[in-house]
């Protein structure tokens, strides 16, 4: 079936450090969307991409869409406590739902 | 607005119990959707509603039935539950699933499920 990966599965940082986090496809994705859930919390919508080798900024956070539409990464630039959580990527592929990938839990040690 | 909210919040089952879960969205949304997340699992796609009256399956059906009689409710019921469905399930709504903007999805806050 359609998968969407994600990693790393766990990211331990010092506050101030940078934060990375992959999204990766099989196939061809129409768009990706971003979602962050905070500890005993519900995924909030962060951002949209839809156009191939997108960027968009965010304060400190970059989101960026591949040239293939394949794979898409989230920077968080000097993290910051308030950073924390889980953060999930999720596609769309050529059917109409979103298929979440399986998230990236990041920890900020202050 | 109260977005979207689901009842109830924490539910202990029995094997073999049934119940239902119930989620309401107050920002006219056409799609509804229901979601379990296991650890390591991230969020997995249950069963969605594309509109008042409709249902579809997602990637895990099996066990779940859902109904969307109103166009601000999405019910799913566990007719016998079973071990496997200890989740925390999530509903969420959208605008639209196109490409274009308005389909974000807005979760509710969640229901902790265990079966023992």
């Known amino acids: 079936g359609q998968q969407v990966m994600q990693i790393p599965q766990y990211q331990h940082v010092q506050e101030g450090e940078d934060f990375t986090t992959y999204c990766n496809s099989s196939?061809?994705?129409?768009?990706i969307q971003w979602y962050k859930q905070r500890p005993g919390g519900h995924p909030v919508f962060l951002i949209q991409?839809?156009?191939?080798?997108e960027v968009k900024k965010q304060k400190r956070l970059t989101f960026q869409f591949g040239e293939a539409k394949k794979n898409s990464s989230l920077h968080i630039t000097a993290t910051q406590t308030t950073d924390v959580g889980t953060y999930f990527c999720a596609g769309k592929h050529d059917t109409d739902k979103l298929i979440f990938g399986t998230g990236t839990r990041l920890q900020v040690f202050p | 607005n109260a977005g979207v909210t689901q009842t109830p919040k924490f539910r202990v089952l029995k094997t073999g119990q049934s119940m239902t879960l119930l989620c309401a969205q107050d920002?006219?949304?056409?799609?509804m959707y229901w979601y379990r997340q296991d650890p390591g699992m991230g969020l997995r796609l249950i069963h969605y509603?594309?509109?008042?009256?409709?249902?579809a399956k997602g990637e895990v059906p099996d066990g779940y039935n859902v109904s969307r009689l109103k166009k601000q409710n999405f019910l799913l019921g566990l007719e016998s539950a079973a071990p496997s469905q200890t989740s925390v399930y999530f509903c969420a709504s959208s605008y639209s699933m196109g490409l274009a903007g308005e389909n974000e999805q807005f979760f509710g806050p969640g229901t902790r499920l265990t079966v023992l």
């Open positions: 991409l839809v156009k191939s080798g």
């Open positions: 920002m006219n949304h056409e799609y």
């Open positions: 196939t061809t994705l129409s768009n």
């Open positions: 509603s594309v509109g008042e009256g409709t249902t």
